[in-house]
């Protein structure tokens, strides 16, 4: 599979980022025949970018084979219809290694993951995102930031390796966002909302561009007409479309977070996408009243 150009990759970040489930049989084996059809609804709906092994992925859950063996079956699935990005991160041998096989399967660039470890110096950040890049052969890298903990100097060195393209910025504080913005203006960077369509609008504002989605496994066309209302700075039918997903996102929030890919899997269930439940520690099943819920939203939901 052949990756997508810098520039092809440069401007689907300025759109919406995909995250990908990873399907599971009844046994919690890998089924990924099971993604297809949803690469398929997404990639038809117009989603700009599609990435694998990303938090909706359940990455940290994965193990190591497995992650290697989505990144060549959710490229191959996508089929050069859209760019690709795959997620890397655990420790450096895994995060090179994933890099290499990202790089073999036609990914056009990585999705480097923030370091849950709770020794993380700011310069080792810095070298550890440098050898996932080498070890990819010069693929582009997006930084993915839950949290700016590494402080402002740090991020602005990342932004400044070479081969850094984008930073998905996960954090509800868009002006130190913009602060790193200003300090790397010099930069050709997408700084995208890493919070997916609710927290578009004020990144937007202060001058990110698109958004990460795990809606597109459920409703793509829903998150492409968010973006595309956001794009012609329609503000009030940006807000009217969230709105009508904002339930969706709040029970994705329930359990501090521990529904976020409980609440998609349940939903594709709903919708005859069966992709297995997610692996513990996320919440499942749903509550009964969740799933109440969540199948009348389903059922209401505008087309």
């Keep these: 599979m052949t990756a997508f150009a810098f520039p092809q990759l440069r401007a689907a970040l300025n759109g919406i980022s995909g995250i990908l489930v990873t ?12 993604l297809a059809p949803i690469v398929d609804r997404a990639v038809a709906a117009g989603v700009h970018c599609l990435v694998v092994n990303g938090n909706t992925s359940e990455f940290y859950g994965l193990s190591p084979e497995e992650a290697v ?4 079956a959710a490229t191959e699935q996508v ?3 859209a760019p690709v990005l795959g997620g890397v991160g655990r420790d450096i041998g895994q995060a090179c290694r994933l890099a290499r096989e990202s790089a073999r399967a036609g990914a056009s660039g990585l999705m480097v993951h923030q370091l849950p470890d709770p020794f993380v110096a700011p310069r080792g950040v ?3 995102v440098k050898r996932v890049s080498d070890a990819s052969g010069g693929l582009p890298v997006v930084l993915y930031l839950r949290n700016e903990n590494i402080g402002l100097a740090a991020i602005e060195a990342l932004c400044r390796l ?3 393209v984008g930073i998905k910025w996960a954090s509800p504080t868009p002006l130190l966002m913009g602060e790193a913005m200003r300090r790397t203006a010099d930069l050709d960077l997408a700084w995208v909302c890493g919070l997916a369509e609710i927290w578009a609008p004020p990144l937007y504002a202060m001058g990110a561009r698109g958004f990460t989605s795990g809606l597109i496994n459920v409703k793509p066309a829903h998150s492409v007409a968010i973006h595309q209302a956001l794009e012609a700075a329609d503000y009030p039918r940006a807000r009217t479309l969230i709105e009508q997903m904002r339930a969706f ?3 994705r929030a329930e359990e501090q977070n521990g529904c976020n890919v409980s609440v998609v899997k349940a939903a594709l269930q709903l919708l ?7 692996r513990p520690p996320a919440a499942w099943p749903l509550t009964d009243a969740s799933a109440q819920e969540l199948k009348k939203l389903l ?4 087309d």
Excluded at 272 to 278: E, F, I, L
């Design 299 to 302: 059922a209401g939901w505008p």
């Design 23 to 34: 399907p599971f049989d009844e046994q919690d084996q890998l089924a990924p025949h099971k």
């Design 69 to 72: 063996t989505m990144a060549h």
């Design 249 to 251: 996102e709040s029970l």
């Design 126 to 128: 810095v070298e550890y």
């Design 162 to 164: 070479p081969g850094v």
């Design 79 to 81: 089929g050069g219809r």
């Design 272 to 278: 005859g996408q069966d992709c297995g439940a997610p």
